[in-house]
């Protein structure tokens, strides 16, 4: 019980600095595209948004293993006992992977990372999807229904995760004309345009993160 | 799911994500602060920086306010609070009111009246403070009014909270004049030492809240029978 109720805290902290951080992520995101600022003072921001932006990146790899690791608790988890320790090891070379690749996201090597990040995140999304709806509709891997559609809901907000990646990719390239060449009507347009379309999948993806907990917190029955 | 339970928890949701919006937005501010006092940045950018991190900041000053209605409504729910019915819904109306008011002091652009608010909202903050901190206290001591320990331990955490927030209002009291300065005459040593020695103080008051909000968080999850 004491353990279950220190993992059932890292998972409430993991949900604060996940949401609760993109909050000001995103605040800060609409003042980067507005160009009556000054480009030093949008650099400036965009230092802020990365450094925020750090911690949903990072608790949202680390969830799974703790939500494992609450399951097992509960014994819902078919990854149990002296077999813990595996999605640990495995968030933490995903943690890795993602890492560098944002670090080091404009050089090739970079590219490559997130290359194979996207490609993890793929392979979750599939995993994750079909054991949930195995579990829907033959009684397994996962030992209840509410934790299955917690794993879908997951899923889903990773589908979220790689649709804010793949519209955000001309972000990048823009902003670096922004600071080479100032401000230009094409420039401007085409941050406000990145930004734009992320809104939607943000927005989905807090939606789900908030039935995921409200999920968590009933663990309905059905 | 019995109405019950369905409403409880919805309330537990949301006072979660006060939770959540209370410390996840405060990284936003105590991070973004770090550059709007640093004499690194033009001080348009340090301008800019202000009025963003004050404007993140309204979700910890928010939630922090609807956190005693949401808190009292989910304790009544358990019994362990006398505040019930339409005493729960005056606490209700004066947190709504409370909430305004933060909300007017934020939006107000006349220093006078801005001023005249803020000193009202803390007049109020102390009044909320010595409230929770004797009902907790007469809890620990005889029972009443609150019905479980862990419950009047919170309270006394929240009231610590708020005594941690007038602190902070005290505290950069020399800001303002300081950054107003650094707008008008721009950045001067004497300017700097004002914003950095009452960053540097308010920083403290503000991981003490973080601290006290975690500990908060864990009796709440956890419930001891103290």
Redesign the interface.
Not at chain 2, 19 to 25: K, P
């Given at each position: 019980m004491e353990m279950q109720g220190i993992w059932a805290f890292i998972h409430v902290m993991f949900l604060v600095y996940w949401l609760g951080a993109d909050l000001g992520v995103f605040y800060v995101a609409y003042q980067i595209i507005k160009p009556e600022h000054s480009p030093e003072a949008r650099a400036t921001l965009l230092k802020v948004l990365g450094f925020i932006d750090g911690f949903p990146r990072a608790v949202s790899i680390f969830m799974l293993p703790v939500g494992i690791q609450l399951a097992d608790g509960l014994g819902l988890s078919p990854v149990s006992g002296g077999m813990l320790w595996l999605p640990w090891i495995a968030a933490l070379i995903w943690f890795a992977i993602a890492y560098s690749a944002n670090a080091r996201r404009t050089t090739p090597r970079g590219k490559q990372l997130a290359k194979l990040d996207l490609a993890i995140r793929a392979a979750l999304v599939l995993g994750l999807g079909v054991f949930s709806i195995a579990t829907f509709v033959s009684g397994g891997p996962f030992g209840a229904n509410w934790l299955a559609l917690k794993v879908l809901c997951f899923a889903l907000i990773l589908i979220c995760g790689i649709g804010i990646r793949l519209t955000f990719i001309p972000f990048g390239p823009a902003f670096g004309r922004l600071m080479a060449e100032g401000s230009t009507p094409e420039v401007e347009a085409t941050l406000k345009r990145a930004v734009d379309r992320v809104v939607p999948f943000v927005l989905a993806l807090w939606f789900l993160l908030g039935v995921a907990a409200l999920i968590g917190i009933s663990q309905p029955d059905f | 799911?019995s109405a019950f339970?369905y409403w409880h928890?919805?309330w537990?949701?949301v006072h979660?994500?006060l939770?959540?919006?209370?410390?996840?937005?405060d990284?936003?501010?105590f991070?973004?602060s770090r550059?709007r006092n640093s004499n690194a940045?033009?001080v348009?950018?340090r301008q800019?920086?202000g009025k963003?991190t004050g404007?993140?900041d309204m979700?910890p000053r928010t939630t922090l306010v609807l956190m005693m209605p949401v808190g009292l409504t989910l304790a009544a729910d358990l019994d362990l609070s006398p505040v019930t019915g339409w005493w729960l819904g005056l606490v209700w109306i004066a947190s709504l009111a409370w909430l305004w008011l933060v909300w007017r002091v934020h939006l107000e652009a006349s220093p006078e009246r801005k001023k005249r608010l803020a000193g009202f909202d803390m007049r109020l903050r102390w009044l909320v403070l010595v409230v929770l901190t004797v009902s907790a206290l007469s809890t620990f001591i005889s029972g009443e009014p609150f019905g479980e320990n862990w419950l009047a331990v919170k309270v006394l955490l929240y009231a610590a909270m708020i005594g941690c927030g007038i602190m902070i209002r005290i505290t950069i009291k020399p800001y303002g004049a300081a950054f107003q300065s650094l707008v008008d005459n721009g950045s001067t040593p004497e300017t700097e030492a004002t914003i950095q020695a009452v960053a540097k103080v308010s920083r403290r008051w503000v991981k003490t809240i973080w601290a006290l909000l975690?500990v908060a968080?864990?009796f709440g999850?956890?419930q001891p029978n103290i």
């Open positions: - | 799911m339970d928890t919805i537990i949701l979660v994500l939770f959540v919006y209370w410390l996840g937005g990284l936003g501010v991070y973004g550059f940045q033009d348009p950018t800019l920086i963003i404007a993140v979700a975690l968080a864990w999850i956890a």
